[in-house]
């Protein structure tokens, strides 16, 4: 069965510290891969995407991601964090027949 | 991005009682929708998928009969949760699909419906 796999299931960051968040994924064929960021009390937004091509993938407020296809990660990096982050990340992949498979999803707290 | 609205907010039912929940994309034709579950804590979990204008396919484990999805139109999809029990309380959220003629499938959420029943 596809499944997807958040390494973290919170983290707690200090300002100005560097963020690394896990995603795994086992698929055999071809994925697209989504990060989504849900801020508390608010609805999911789409962080970055992965479809094809180069496999680190900027997306908004600093965040980028890097596709490993013999790793089948997809991790979420962002080399200063703020309080402002402070949410839910979740990684999603869209397989083939246009579904999404969420993440556990990681909680992210960074304190000021 | 498009915008998805979702009716009620929130909402809180006694026990029996059914609960409608729509959800529209206002600016946005989609041909699909989808219908998520998120416990507290938890991850979305895929209920259904529904395409305009013909019946939804329900994923492993819920409820076709307690869990009626309509897509009568490509910006209006409404989710009824049928006789609804505490086990149902949960953040219910619709996501649209692909839009009609679009290249490429991205998916954009609503902001998600509070059912507690109690």
């Known amino acids: 069965a596809q499944s997807v796999s958040q390494h973290n299931h919170h983290v707690i960051l200090s300002e100005a510290a560097s963020l690394e968040l896990g995603c795994n994924y086992s698929y055999g064929g071809t994925v697209n891969l989504f990060w989504y960021v849900q801020y508390p009390g608010q609805h999911l937004q789409l962080l970055l995407k992965y479809f094809s091509g180069d496999p680190l993938v900027k997306g908004i407020k600093g965040f980028e991601a890097e596709f490993i296809k013999s790793k089948f990660s997809f991790n979420l990096r962002k080399p200063s964090v703020q309080w402002s982050d402070t949410a839910e990340y979740f990684c999603?992949?869209?397989?083939?027949?246009?579904?999404?498979?969420f993440g556990q999803g990681t909680e992210l707290s960074v304190k000021p | 991005g498009a915008v998805v609205s979702q009716h009620p907010s929130r909402v809180i039912c006694k026990s029996g009682t059914s609960v409608k929940i729509e959800c529209r994309s206002l600016d946005f034709q989609a041909t699909t929708m989808f219908w998520y579950r998120q416990f507290p804590k938890q991850s979305l979990m895929l209920m259904a998928t529904s395409n305009e204008g013909s019946k939804a396919t329900y994923e492993q484990g819920v409820e076709k009969d307690k869990f009626l999805i309509n897509h009568a139109s490509l910006t209006l999809s409404t989710l009824t949760v049928t006789s609804a029990h505490p086990e149902d309380s949960s953040f219910y959220i619709c996501s649209p699909g692909s839009e009609l003629g679009s290249s490429y499938n991205e998916q954009f959420f609503g902001p998600g419906t509070r059912l507690t029943v109690l």
């Open positions: 999603a992949v869209e397989n083939q027949g246009g579904k999404l498979i």
